[in-house]
């Protein structure tokens, strides 16, 4: 991501800030795993999205018609002797020279210099109730505005949490940004073909989650956006299954929730395939309902049409092929108010995505499911779940089928960020057998 584009995010958000309102955003905290091991250290998304600065503990402060540049860091200091442990810092002169910063300062003058970046604005926005030690902070840094107020002084008396704004901006991505999500579901895509590939009988699920990672650290993406899920058999039942322990058996099918993180942006994609190369017929039967559904989800992503309409389309066509399999009695349209599907597909079909998995932005606006727009990007993941008991005929008991694509929408209609990615049954078959 370009200095341009950061600039860009920074000019837009003081826009919405207005000249008499400040905007303070923290970077995430480094955390302790035991002892005095870290976690990896990943930014906060949205000190990432308006800054890029790559470094924990540091404060973004967006002043707009400030004299001195609207742009102040605060972070970390140049430290030789930290340095020769944990790596270069990019210090002082490197937050303005690198990263655009109009003035930066060492976090040892934050409280000093807070204040006086406070003093005079009438607005601040800040991530409210996320951390009461910075609520905390932000009050002292007003209180010592508000004592000089006989002197002339002028403290905020507004408050809003930066979020409200900040991610409606977030929602919408730019050509930059869709072209590193586009990037990062391309590598997805190729690492669940490789999944495909290398699946057979005896392997563990642990075993394709260490290919996942493998295939998609050697095209640049190191990290993961979330734990991968890869549910043998029954396990594909379990939503978030994540503890990838069993071993993968002969007839089963095998159901992996996986995608990479590059350059802070997330992919996420779902492949549901047979251990052994081949569907059987019952298998064949719930995936291509599973299929149907999603590809009427997708008809569904395109601009004017609201948030909830492809997961409408989605319980239609499963509440539908669910009738057909024996599995519920009834007329579509009554099963469909009542909910009926619920135990079989219980979430949602689909949710934002971009610096976040489950990406930020509101889903209704004045109490109306919103209408997509182009560059908005989301997932369509519809799945049935039939769990092995006395409801669900046995043919069809433990298998748990979920199909997922990352969609752009787009000024024409909708983009598939993970075509790449097989899900037609024969082309994964041909896939496997080759």
Not at 50 to 61: C, I, K, N, Q, S
Not at 370 to 394: F, H, I, K, N
Request: charged letters at 25%; glycine letters at 8%.
């Amino acid at each position: 991501m370009t200095r341009s584009e950061y600039k860009r995010r920074r000019r837009s958000l003081a826009s919405l800030i207005g000249a008499d309102g400040l905007a303070i955003l923290p970077a995430a905290r480094e955390a302790v795993r035991n002892r005095d091991v870290h976690y990896p250290f990943r930014q906060d998304s949205d000190f990432n999205y308006l800054t890029g600065f790559p470094e924990p503990d540091a404060f973004a402060v967006i002043a707009p018609k400030r004299k001195e540049g609207a742009f102040v860091l605060f972070c970390r200091p140049r430290d030789e002797e930290r340095e020769q442990w944990d790596g270069a810092r990019i210090g002082i002169e490197g937050a303005t020279a690198r990263f655009g910063a109009d003035q930066a300062h060492p976090l040892s003058e934050l409280d000093e210099v807070m204040p006086t970046l406070i003093e005079g604005r009438k607005r601040l926005y800040f991530p409210i109730g996320t951390d009461p030690a910075l609520d905390a902070r932000v009050i002292g840094w007003v209180n010592q505005v508000r004592a000089k107020a006989r002197s002339g002084a002028i403290a905020p008396d507004t408050f809003v949490t930066i979020e409200s704004l900040l991610h409606e901006q977030r929602l919408h991505k730019s050509q930059a940004e869709i072209a590193i999500m586009r990037r990062a579901a391309r590598i997805s895509a190729q690492a669940h073909g490789r999944l495909m590939r290398s699946s057979r009988p005896g392997l563990s699920e642990a075993d394709l989650e260490a290919e996942f990672q493998h295939a998609c650290a050697s095209q640049g993406a190191r990290f993961l956006a979330y734990p991968t899920i890869v549910g043998g058999g029954p396990n594909a039942c379990v939503l978030h299954y994540t503890e990838n322990a069993d071993t993968l058996r002969e007839g089963d099918l095998v159901l992996i929730d996986a995608g990479c993180e590059l350059e802070g942006y997330a992919s996420d994609i779902t492949r549901t395939f047979p251990v052994n190369g081949r569907f059987t017929p019952p298998q064949r039967a719930v995936y291509e309902l599973v299929l149907e559904a999603q590809l009427a989800a997708i008809k569904k992503a395109r601009p004017g049409c609201r948030w909830n309409e492809p997961h409408e389309a989605a319980v239609r066509v499963l509440t539908k092929g669910l009738i057909g399999l024996g599995i519920l009695e009834g007329k579509v349209g009554a099963l469909i108010k009542d909910e009926a599907h619920k135990p079989y597909y219980m979430h949602r079909t689909g949710h934002w995505l971009g610096m976040d998995v489950h990406d930020v932005g509101a889903y209704k606006r004045d109490g109306d499911w919103r209408r997509l727009e182009p560059g908005m990007v989301l997932t369509v993941e519809p799945g049935l779940y039939l769990a092995d008991t006395e409801a669900v005929p046995a043919p069809y008991r433990g298998i748990g089928i979920r199909i997922e694509d990352d969609v752009l929408i787009t000024e024409e209609g909708h983009e598939i960020l993970s075509a790449a990615a097989p899900k037609d049954p024969d082309a994964i078959e041909a896939l496997m057998a080759g």
